[in-house]
């Protein structure tokens, strides 16, 4: 079974551009998380998709942050403008209802 | 709010020993709980799931105890090997939405 697949591996750019992430989940996994990891801190949930529709987008900085989800399957996260702060390794997990999730090896962004 | 304490922050045995890893949670009402293992570089990888219904959960060396009515869990690893050396999390659980603490980094020596 193929895993929880997530591109760029590795993304640095210069503050105040944008930048895109792409997640593709486990095949027929209906729930998909997309998880900021800064240096030395646990996961945080950013966004979390229930097919192609938003669960929970309470702790995801609108302003900046935006995350779709079209079809069901693929997602894309996508920072514009990026700040320093979002330095950090972007998460991608998906899961079958609301059983283990399974992560991707994350997007490493550094903002210079 | 949801927070996740994970007692200790850092750990650093030799190789064979047994040990323990302990995660408290401020919301007593646990659904479940899983934990992870996260590799330097690398994503987060499920260790052990224990459902509501469950106390505990083992799957080869590594076994993972729930108490619900004082919000802790424990994982216990015996005869530690080099190849455990990661950071081990157990994030709080609220539906499928989980709150994620510091983690316990471990490292075993040969």
């Known amino acids: 079974e193929a895993g929880v697949a997530q591109s760029p591996r590795y993304k640095i750019i210069e503050k105040r551009q944008s930048v895109a992430f792409w997640c593709n989940p486990i095949?027929?996994?209906?729930?998909l998380y997309w998880y900021q990891q800064i240096l030395g801190q646990g996961p945080k949930l950013l966004i979390q998709?229930?097919?192609?529709?938003?669960?929970?987008d309470s702790q995801l900085p609108k302003d900046r942050f935006s995350a779709e989800r079209l079809k069901g399957v693929d997602s894309t996260l996508k920072i514009q403008p990026a700040k320093l702060e979002d330095s950090a390794v972007y998460l991608c997990?998906?899961?079958?209802?609301?059983?283990?999730?399974?992560f991707g090896p994350g997007t490493r962004l550094l903002v210079l | 709010k949801q927070e996740v304490t994970q007692i200790p922050a850092a750990l650093s045995v030799p190789e064979g020993e047994n040990l323990v890893l302990n995660c408290s949670f401020t919301?007593?009402?646990?659904?479940?709980l899983q934990w992870f293992r996260q590799d330097p570089g690398k994503g987060l990888t499920s260790l052990l799931l224990?459902?509501?219904?469950?106390r505990e959960q083992t799957s080869g060396r590594l076994n993972a105890s729930l108490d619900k009515s004082s919000g802790r869990s424990t994982l216990y690893i015996a005869a530690s090997q080099p190849g455990d050396s990661a950071t081990y999390l157990c994030?709080?659980?609220?539906?499928?939405?989980?709150?994620f603490g510091e983690g316990t980094q471990l490292t075993v020596n040969p």
């Open positions: 997990a998906s899961s079958f209802l609301q059983e283990t999730q399974y």
């Open positions: 095949s027929g996994h209906a729930t």
């Open positions: 998709f229930q097919n192609n529709g938003v669960v929970d």
């Open positions: 919301d007593s009402a646990i659904y479940n």
């Open positions: 224990i459902q509501s219904s469950q």
């Open positions: 994030p709080e659980t609220s539906g499928s939405r989980l709150t």
